[in-house]
């Protein structure tokens, strides 16, 4: 499994709503000029193909990209997931939803990445779309598992079931690497939002003892984000809402 682990970290992966799975044969971290059979195998189950990755062209964002980026670099590392989103709250109906899913494996292609969203979310200004990406690091071999038993459970459906599971096994991979049994890291965001102020969220982490476990906070639309370490939530003085695997919101 060695060999179709490398060719898969070796790939830059984008899913769009409506697109299904667009990739490319990356050079760093794979050798495909002598690739295995189960290199081939692997990457034609995975879709790849010869497209370019997303580059922004603007120089506003490119230079937008920069700045979020310095403010979030701890979490641009290893293998992550940004997404463009116009949620629902936002005006957004299933019709008219505007998704974009890209997978990132270092943190320069966190930059580059990030700065192709915010130039795509700039042609749509009428809408009220967010740049998130996820807390957490994204573990390889973890979604792998769960694609691989997800498979197997398949095998035990009607034929609609599998018709509509391998008919989009590109998402349904995609949704294996986003599930919190796929994260390689364990940091907590708490959302701060109306009537629980920021300076109340401190206060009731500090007088329980984890204010040290603090890492970052920044503010969102409608409140702000608090990332821990994990720790024991339930010795909290009062409940704080807050996400195991969340994600942190770019740009809104």
Known sequence: MEGASTVVLGTFIG????????????TKGTNMSNPTLEDIQ?????????EKKPIAY?????????????EFEEFTGGL????????SKD?????????RMLFTRDSDEFKETLAFLLEERAKHPLQNLRVYSSVNKRNLQKAIRAFKFD???????????????????????ASCLMRPTSKATSYFVFDIDNPMTLDEALGIIERSGFSEMIVKQYATKNGWHIVTLPFNH????KEIPFHRDGLLLLKF
Do not use: P, W
């Open 15 to 26: 899913i769009t709503r409506g697109e299904g799975l667009i990739a490319r044969t990356a």
């Open 42 to 50: 692997l990457a034609k189950a995975m879709g790849h193909t010869r």
């Open 58 to 70: 603007t120089q506003e964002a490119i230079l937008e990209a920069k700045a979020i980026f310095a």
């Open 80 to 87: 992550r997931v940004i997404l463009l989103i116009h949620r």
């Open 91 to 99: 005006g957004a109906s299933h019709s008219s939803r505007h998704e």
């Open 151 to 173: 498979q197997l459970e398949m095998d035990y459906q009607n034929e609609q079931v599998q018709s509509d599971f391998y008919t989009a096994i590109k998402s349904r991979f």
């Open 234 to 237: 339930t010795k909290l003085e």
